[in-house]
């Protein structure tokens, strides 16, 4: 095993894997285009919130194990720990992938390791392998080629990275046996081997299976709404069942992986993937039943009050005790409201976060204080325990009001 690694992108991912193989006394030379990003890792300083992550940092850059660049250097293994967005019409984009190979291509030589961990469509290893031979025939079969997926939690990141079971997949028995070895040197859960094509599915196919079971939740939400049934009792009770295990619906689905990976079926597969793109369907469409609620249950007070109400709109991350808005759903919906009723009187709110560039933001018990109507968009634990007054009329989209 070499003992020089280049890492192509240092965000949520890169930089901790880059952390804990310098951490292991493997030398790191750590890419990216940002040079914010570079300068502030060279500092010994990190650009990311994760516990404990930045401790790891400054010790591996002090003791030379680390170091940020924006350009990569020679190496026998590569790591491709870049971004994979969608597009506008939800076909994934993979142009990072590609950038961040192009980068080392004149670098690469017989015997290297180049291993994708970014969330790709299946294929997608293939495809690279086709494009560094096709620009380099003199490595034609000369190097080790493989897909391994990141499924780690943010806000717990240096655990999982270290004990969570990977699944490995090369391009050729001897890449997956190679990809092995590398990252048996610091993982200690179980590595799995498999092909490049199945590894790059089983990330997909992670993600949409909870976004399917959401999607069952949310369904029945919105069944349960008309039938005029506790959707929260039914699944508390539904789950007595030794072999039933409903999951909790909410306003919809969000975050950079849950709410993107599935796409990336549904684009190569649509006549196939039938239930994975209508998951995808029910979850957005949660969102836009919220909104819609919401202005339903404003226009009834004001009906029978014969006043504007006032409003608390609760949350707007993607899930409960997190900062992270990306997709969020709830800003979602703060935003769809927001933008229909640009005189209404709105308070909101997101405890987890200090200021926002487009919200402005009020503390929780202030805005269920000042409101008529209280909206929880996001179980987050502080609302959980708010006592609110009888007066006020309540929506509950997410379970914050149910023990
Ligand atoms: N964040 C997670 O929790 C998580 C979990 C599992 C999988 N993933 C997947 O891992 C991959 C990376 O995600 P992330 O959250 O770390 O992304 P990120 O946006 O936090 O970081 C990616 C970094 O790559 C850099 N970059 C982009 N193009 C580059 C190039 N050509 N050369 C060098 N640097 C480049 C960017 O500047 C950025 O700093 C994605 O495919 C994502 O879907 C993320």
Partial sequence: ?????????????????????????????????????????????IHIVEPELDEI????????????????????????VVPTPFKGNHEPDISYVEAATA???????????YIIESTSPVGTTEKMRNFIYENRPDLKDKLYIAYCPERVLPGNVMYELVYNDRVIGGVDEESTDKAVDFYRQFVKGELHRTNARTAEMCKLTENS?????????????????????????????????????????????????IAVDPYFIVADFPMESQIIGKAREINN???????????????????????????????????????????????????????SDSNGEYFVVEPNIKEHNVFKLTEYREAVKKSDIVVFLVAHKEFKSLNILED???????GATKK
């Avoid at 202005?295 to 109400?309: C, H, V, Y």
């Fill in 1 to 45: 095993m070499g003992n020089k690694v280049v890492t192509i992108g240092l965000g949520y991912i890169g930089l901790p894997t880059s952390a804990l193989i310098a951490n292991g006394g493997i030398f790191v030379h750590g890419v990216d285009i940002n040079p914010v990003v570079v300068e502030t890792i060279n500092q010994g300083k």
């Fill in 57 to 80: 940092v400054e010790k591996v850059v002090k003791n030379g194990l680390l170091k940020a660049d924006e350009k990569p250097v020679e190496a026998d293994t590569y790591l491709i």
């Fill in 103 to 113: 980068s080392i291509l004149p670098l690469l030589k017989p015997g290297d390791l």
């Fill in 209 to 257: 299976s909870r976004d399917v079971q959401i999607a069952f939740a949310n369904e029945l939400s919105l069944i349960c709404d008309k039938a005029g049934v506790d959707v929260w009792e039914l699944i508390q009770l539904a789950n007595k069942h030794p072999r039933v295990n409903i999951l909790q619906p909410g306003s919809g689905v969000g975050g950079h992986c």
């Fill in 285 to 339: 469409y949660k969102s836009f039943w919220c909104a819609e609620k919401i202005k339903s249950a404003k226009l009834e007070f004001e009906l029978k009050k014969g006043k504007k109400p006032k409003v608390a709109l609760m949350g707007l991350a993607f899930k409960p005790d997190i900062d992270d808005l990306r997709e969020s759903p709830a800003k979602y919906i703060v935003s769809k409201v927001l933008q």
């Fill in 392 to 398: 006020k009329v309540v929506v509950d989209f997410c």
